[in-house]
């Protein structure tokens, strides 16, 4: 069975970004596939966080993970920092992988310009470590969406370079891609993104919420017509509409587009509603969980020693070729 790795860092709760480009694609995995989806805390604290909030937002994770649909039968459930092969291989990794590439990066580069006093060796490492995560449970499909596609470059790279030097070891990992591979933002510009105020939709978001979150979701006149736009306010609703509305929703007001007819007001209550439909029965689950904690210990705690025994053997393979054991 081919192996997949996936993770999420450790900011809180998802949002239907996470949701759609990366926890779809698990949900499909898990049902054919070897899966480890996992809590990324170490990556979460190379960017300013509060050490005092750090646990309660690994659990809002997992909680979101297990009341998605994730099943403790059908894949492993991990803590990256409770597995401390990750940082172990990560190591081993960076001594083959050039520090000018990792600087290069756009993800990194838009790290530092976002926090301009928080540049710190674990910002250029944080690809490093990514490829590790998956590289030691040797995953060959990853489920995230489009925004971690030079991630994954990097991964392949490091894959390739790695088996060229100390023989073949590790597959060249994919990107598995989503319908919702890009959700953007409702600020009318960019992606979907947890550290944009205003800019996303919570799992855990009830109907008013929901409403109140596209309420202020820019559009325009409704009097323009033509095409839909490629982007801005008015295309990222249209995307919102796909994924969630149905065809029938969607192919409706581009109609209502078309002919100068839209009515904004109605688009966001279908779309909302739309929304809820699909978070609904999410949050049902999430309620079971969250009064269940002790049941949501022993899974983590079942799947993260699973996951150690995977990790030491992959450990073991890269120090015996690497040398450093006999
Ligand atoms: P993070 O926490 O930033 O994002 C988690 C996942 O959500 C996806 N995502 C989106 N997809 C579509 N539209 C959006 N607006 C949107 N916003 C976020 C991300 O693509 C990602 O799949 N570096 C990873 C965490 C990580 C990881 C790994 C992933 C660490 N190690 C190993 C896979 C394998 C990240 O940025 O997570």
């Given at each position: 069975?081919?192996?997949?790795?996936?993770?999420?860092?450790?900011?809180?709760?998802?949002?239907?970004?996470?949701?759609?480009?990366?926890?779809?694609?698990?949900?499909?995995?898990?049902?054919?596939?070897?899966?480890?989806?996992?809590?990324?805390?170490?990556?979460?604290?190379?960017?300013?966080?509060?050490?005092?909030?750090?646990?309660?937002?690994?659990?809002?994770v997992i909680l979101d993970f297990l009341a998605a649909g994730l099943d403790p039968q059908k894949c492993k459930l991990e803590i990256q920092s409770r597995v401390p092969q990750h940082t172990e291989l990560a190591y081993l990794l960076s001594?083959?992988?050039?520090?000018?590439?990792?600087?290069?990066?756009?993800?990194?580069?838009?790290?530092?310009?976002?926090?301009?006093?928080?540049?710190?060796?674990?910002?250029?490492?944080?690809?490093?470590l990514m490829a590790a995560d998956v590289l030691l449970y040797k995953g060959e499909l990853v489920p995230v969406g489009i925004d971690q596609e030079p991630h994954l470059e990097v991964m392949r790279e490091i894959a390739r370079k790695f088996n060229s030097v100390y023989g073949?070891?590790?597959?060249?990992?994919?990107?598995?891609?989503?319908?919702?591979?890009?959700?953007?933002?409702?600020?009318?510009?960019?992606?979907?993104?947890?550290?944009?105020?205003?800019?996303?939709?919570?799992?855990?978001?009830?109907?008013?919420?929901i409403k109140s979150r596209l309420a202020k979701a820019p559009t325009d006149s409704g009097a323009i017509g033509g095409n839909i736009p490629q982007?801005?306010?008015?295309?990222?609703?249209?995307?919102?509409?796909?994924?969630?509305?149905?065809?029938?929703?969607?192919?409706?007001f581009v109609q209502d587009y078309h002919e100068k007819k839209i009515r904004y007001v109605e688009m966001k209550e279908v779309l909302a509603e739309a929304i809820y439909k699909e978070l609904q029965p999410i949050q049902e689950r999430r309620k079971e969980f969250e009064q269940n904690p002790k049941l949501v210990d022993e899974i983590l705690n079942t799947s993260i020693s699973q996951c150690r025994q995977v990790a030491e053997e992959t450990m073991k393979e890269v120090k015996e070729k690497m040398g450093l054991v006999s």
């Amino acid at each position: 069975m081919k192996r997949v790795y996936s993770g999420i860092r450790a900011t809180g709760r998802l949002h239907l970004g996470n949701y759609m480009g990366a926890v779809k694609g698990m949900l499909a995995l898990q049902e054919t596939h070897d899966c480890v989806f996992s809590v990324v805390d170490l990556h979460a604290i190379t960017t300013p966080y509060d050490p005092s909030s750090l646990q309660q937002n690994i659990r809002e994770v997992i909680l979101d993970f297990l009341a998605a649909g994730l099943d403790p039968q059908k894949c492993k459930l991990e803590i990256q920092s409770r597995v401390p092969q990750h940082t172990e291989l990560a190591y081993l990794l960076s001594t083959i992988y050039p520090v000018s590439r990792l600087e290069d990066l756009p993800t990194y580069k838009d790290k530092k310009a976002q926090y301009p006093k928080y540049i710190n060796m674990g910002l250029l490492y944080y690809p490093v470590l990514m490829a590790a995560d998956v590289l030691l449970y040797k995953g060959e499909l990853v489920p995230v969406g489009i925004d971690q596609e030079p991630h994954l470059e990097v991964m392949r790279e490091i894959a390739r370079k790695f088996n060229s030097v100390y023989g073949e070891t590790f597959p060249e990992p994919q990107r598995f891609k989503t319908e919702g591979e890009y959700v953007p933002s409702l600020v009318g510009s960019g992606k979907m993104s947890k550290t944009v105020e205003g800019s996303y939709i919570n799992l855990t978001d009830d109907l008013e919420t929901i409403k109140s979150r596209l309420a202020k979701a820019p559009t325009d006149s409704g009097a323009i017509g033509g095409n839909i736009p490629q982007e801005g306010g008015v295309a990222n609703l249209f995307t919102l509409l796909r994924l969630f509305g149905g065809k029938e929703m969607f192919t409706k007001f581009v109609q209502d587009y078309h002919e100068k007819k839209i009515r904004y007001v109605e688009m966001k209550e279908v779309l909302a509603e739309a929304i809820y439909k699909e978070l609904q029965p999410i949050q049902e689950r999430r309620k079971e969980f969250e009064q269940n904690p002790k049941l949501v210990d022993e899974i983590l705690n079942t799947s993260i020693s699973q996951c150690r025994q995977v990790a030491e053997e992959t450990m073991k393979e890269v120090k015996e070729k690497m040398g450093l054991v006999s």
